[in-house]
């Protein structure tokens, strides 16, 4: 079972930083350069400087930081412990509106298992020594895990119903036109329902399996007991009415003549193939179980097709020795049969981006291609949570990017101190 926890948290003083707008940001793995340079510009406290910090040293220019803002009041620690309700109103890809709720607080990291904490997808490995690296240097969890969990009976809803019936903590508004409202919650009752709905409940990593993995070896480092034993997260129902998971949609780049002529062949060996009138159908809805369907679009003819997988045996035959949830994931059968079979892709090729990228938008993928920048582009449909669910449960692993959960949960809204100090 999962072991959930309000915390002591570390968090930006608002009188010192004129709230939290102009401090937080996307998580570190969404930001590019020109986005970094833009949140650094915002405030000389935004937490870009120390979630993905630059200099000789970076890790231990974040840590200095961290310690600098605390010193001078701009970071403070609060005197009890808390959970802190997170509500989003958001503009999902699909241009409908929602809004999801959900609660952050520290949960103690455990194995991978049955009845306790799961993970969905495959990781890298670069991005584990970076944030392990960064945890040593500041000693804190500056960027939450974003996980959920199952509340049939709705007892964590009514909790955070209730939370949520006050003025918010604070309030801001992402790049992307999210808005966030955080509550600081320590009404012991509030809590032990909250906490008492997790107490017998799995959970499903949605988003942050790096940073979890990150920190199981930290609390193994150090060992014996103690904060660094805990790990911060957003977590969220999955019942929860806002909760939606969109595609990321495959490009492929580089093609060898061989690789081109390989492609077209498993193409057609493997799958029903039907011309679109207009790239605006390229994206595929949300499929029935079992239907495999891609959106297709190459630079040499610039024309869109949908794809459709012949017979699941196809899969199956591809998949031998996977779970069934597992063979019924466009993108595990895109994997199998395309970017392995037919283009002779490793797992470290497609760990590394080898010949292969990714893409949120639809436009932008089809754009790319159309504009000869890359070779092809596979449109995506979105997995039901269902589906991410039986997978996890399965003991499998996604392919990379399976899953995009929207919205990202920001970094910055506070800190997981992991020592004493």
Known sequence: MADVQPLRALHYNLERTGGLQDVIAPPYDVIDADERAALEDRSPYNVVR????????????AAGLLDQWRADGVVVADEKPAIWVLSQDYTGPDGRTRTRTGFLARVRVDEYGAGRIRPHERTHPGPKEDRLRLTRATEANLSPIFSLFADPAGRARGALEAATAAD?????????????????IDDEEIVRQLTGALADV????????????????????IGGEGPHRYVLMCLAALEDPGLTVFPTHRLLRNLT?????????????????????D????????????????????????????????????????????????RRLDTAVLEALILKDALHMTDEDIDHLTQLGYARDAAEAIAQVQSGEVDAAFLMAPVPVELVQEVAAAGETMPPKSTYFFPKVPTGLLFNPLSDG
């Open 168 to 184: 918010p903590w604070s309030t801001t508004r992402d790049g992307d036109g999210t808005v966030n409202r955080l509550w600081r």
């Open 202 to 221: 799995e959970l499903l990593i949605a988003d942050g399996h790096h940073r979890y993995e990150t920190a199981r070896v930290y609390a193994e480092e």
């Open 257 to 277: 003549a061989e690789q081109q002529e390989a492609l077209a062949i498993a193409l057609r060996h493997g799958f029903e193939i039907e011309e679109l009138d």
């Open 50 to 61: 120390i979630d993905l910090p630059e200099g000789e040293d970076p890790y231990e220019t």
């Open 279 to 326: 790239v605006a159908q390229l994206a595929p809805g949300q499929q029935k179980r079992g239907d495999i369907v891609l959106g297709y679009i190459d630079s040499h003819l610039r024309r869109p097709f949908r794809l459709t997988l012949r017979d699941p045996a196809i899969a199956d035959a591809a998949l031998p020795d996977r779970a069934e949830p597992y």
